[in-house]
């Protein structure tokens, strides 16, 4: 299982940035996929979560309205585009799989928002 997130940096608040994530190694169209973070100090959380198929999501309050979950089966992509960003969303964002009860993660992809 590999995952491979790109789209980081450094933006300010207000801007928009979009994350995307490379699978292979399983049958990424048959399971869940998620974008977590980390910020300094603090533990990981689940910051939004797709369906296999991709017509259903989640996400956590903080983010509601302002990022979209989205994949890609034929390739292989799941995304998270984040609109109208805030420093509270400065973090490190993992993407996530969890196949046979067992988490894989992605070295994950730097967010910094500050003016």
């Known amino acids: 299982v590999q995952l491979v997130e790109s789209g980081g940096g450094l933006v300010q608040p207000g801007e928009s940035l979009r994350l995307s994530c490379a699978a292979s190694?399983?049958?990424?169209?048959?399971?869940?996929m998620s974008w977590y973070r980390q910020a300094p100090g603090k533990e990981r959380e689940l910051v939004a979560s797709?369906?296999?198929?991709?017509?259903?999501?989640t996400s956590t309050n903080s983010v509601k309205g302002r990022f979209t979950i989205s994949r890609n089966n034929a390739q292989n992509t799941v995304s998270l585009q984040m609109n109208s960003l805030k420093p509270e969303d400065t973090a490190v964002y993992y993407c996530?799989?969890?196949?046979?009860?067992?988490?894989?993660w992605g070295q994950g992809t730097q967010v910094t928002v500050s003016l």
């Open positions: 797709i369906n296999s198929v991709g017509d259903y999501t």
């Open positions: 996530n799989a969890r196949i046979s009860y067992k988490d894989y």
């Open positions: 190694g399983f049958p990424f169209s048959g399971y869940r």
